[in-house]
């Protein structure tokens, strides 16, 4: 089976940064995926780790180590509309695409 | 708009009836999922078809049941509905390209929002 585990919420402040972690237990292991959700809006596709390290793509970074079952998103110089919950997906056996519960960011001002 | 196209977008039944929801995947997308998301839940993966094959399948119940078409459109039928069925459910398509990674890359539809009451 896979197991995906995620902080249920988070606060932060506008214009700080933020990190996000996710830990996952699974078998055949093909990537793992970060995805933006806002209050009743569909997912977004954000980010893409296979290969352990850091992959960069403007304000948000995602980092993965596959020998400890870990990754994180960070968020740099937070913005309001950053607001959402944020889901960190395993794509595992069966090439099956597992979601954790998500993260609620909340950003302040 | 990601290009998947989702209807109805809510969609309003009693207990005991059973209801039928569709989906069009984005253009050249052969796979296609089935996600169910209850309030402030998580998504729960409930089937994934590869042109018209089914080729995952989640915690999705036996009253439940889904259809990927010669087309690619897929239907997703939901029967004997009890109260705990209401949820947002989600369509999502994707290219399934293992190698180029964008396997788990998948685009959204808006989501049905059924409300059984």
């Known amino acids: 089976g896979q197991n995906i585990d995620q902080p249920t919420e988070m606060t932060a402040t506008e214009g700080a940064i933020v990190q996000i972690n996710c830990t996952y237990q699974?078998?055949?292991?093909?990537?793992l995926f970060w995805y933006q959700q806002h209050a009743g809006e569909a997912p977004t596709f954000l980010s893409y780790?296979?290969?352990?390290g850091l992959e960069e793509k403007g304000r948000f970074s995602s980092f993965l180590s596959r020998s400890k079952g870990y990754s994180y998103l960070l968020l740099k110089e937070l913005q309001m509309k950053d607001s959402a919950s944020y889901l960190c997906?395993?794509?595992?056996?069966?090439?099956?695409?597992?979601f954790g519960g998500g993260t609620r960011l909340m950003v302040k001002p | 708009d990601s290009g998947v196209t989702q209807t109805p977008k809510h969609l309003i039944t009693a207990t005991g009836q059973r209801v039928t929801l569709r989906c069009s995947p984005r253009?050249?997308?052969?796979?296609v999922y089935w996600y169910q998301q209850s309030l402030d839940q998580g998504l729960q993966f409930l089937i994934q078809?590869?042109?018209?094959?089914?080729?995952a399948k989640g915690n999705i119940l036996e009253r439940f049941s889904a259809q990927q078409f010669p087309d690619l459109h897929s239907e997703l039928n939901l029967s004997s509905l009890e109260l705990g069925d209401s949820a947002l459910y989600f369509c999502?398509?994707?290219?399934?390209?293992?190698?180029?990674?964008?396997?788990?890359?998948?685009?959204f539809g808006e989501g049905s929002r059924l409300t059984v009451l």
């Open positions: 699974t078998s055949g292991f093909n990537g």
């Open positions: 253009s050249g997308d052969l796979s």
């Open positions: 999502a398509s994707s290219v399934w390209d293992l190698l180029r990674g964008k396997a788990g890359e998948l685009f």
């Open positions: 997906a395993a794509l595992g056996a069966g090439n099956m695409l597992t």
């Open positions: 780790n296979v290969l352990d």
């Open positions: 078809y590869y042109n018209g094959e089914e080729r």
